[in-house]
């Protein structure tokens, strides 16, 4: 997207929650979703930053494999590699949904995702104490 900003210079904006912040590098959630959703056997694909201690924030991707089709986490990176994509884009988590939640007009409810992903973390993190 593009933003008019003073003196009339245009500059490149991405929304942020649309921006995965893994160790200080910023990786469009975007970019990750568009070469997941180039798998042949995933239907559906949104990428959001789930929260590390270490890194701040690491890329975790919920996928709708296609009818019939199953998916893994080494598949979709073992593509994503095949693709060009940077190792520091690869999801280091993958949770296989029935859909991605979208808004009225298709938008793919990022928080929704977050939140999700958080409570699935805080499970995990109270079972191995």
Do not use: W
């Not at 995933?42 to 991707?61: F, Q, S």
Request: hydrophobic letters at 40%; a neutral charge; proline letters at 5%.
């Amino acid at each position: 997207m593009f933003l008019i900003k003073e003196d009339d210079c245009i500059g490149f904006f991405e929304r942020k929650k649309d921006i995965i912040i893994r160790g200080g590098v910023n990786i469009s959630a975007q970019d990750v979703e568009n070469v997941v959703l180039a798998h042949p056997q995933i239907e559906d694909a949104a990428a959001v930053g789930m929260p590390d201690e270490v890194l701040g924030e690491r890329t975790c991707v919920f996928v709708v494999p296609k009818q019939g089709k199953t998916v893994s986490l080494e598949d979709i990176k073992s593509f994503m590699g095949k693709q060009g994509a940077a190792l520091y884009k690869m999801p280091e988590r993958m949770e296989v949904v029935e859909s991605i939640p979208r808004n009225p007009v298709g938008k793919i409810l990022k928080s929704v995702l977050r939140e999700e992903i958080k409570k699935k973390l805080s499970g995990e993190f109270a079972k191995n104490e």
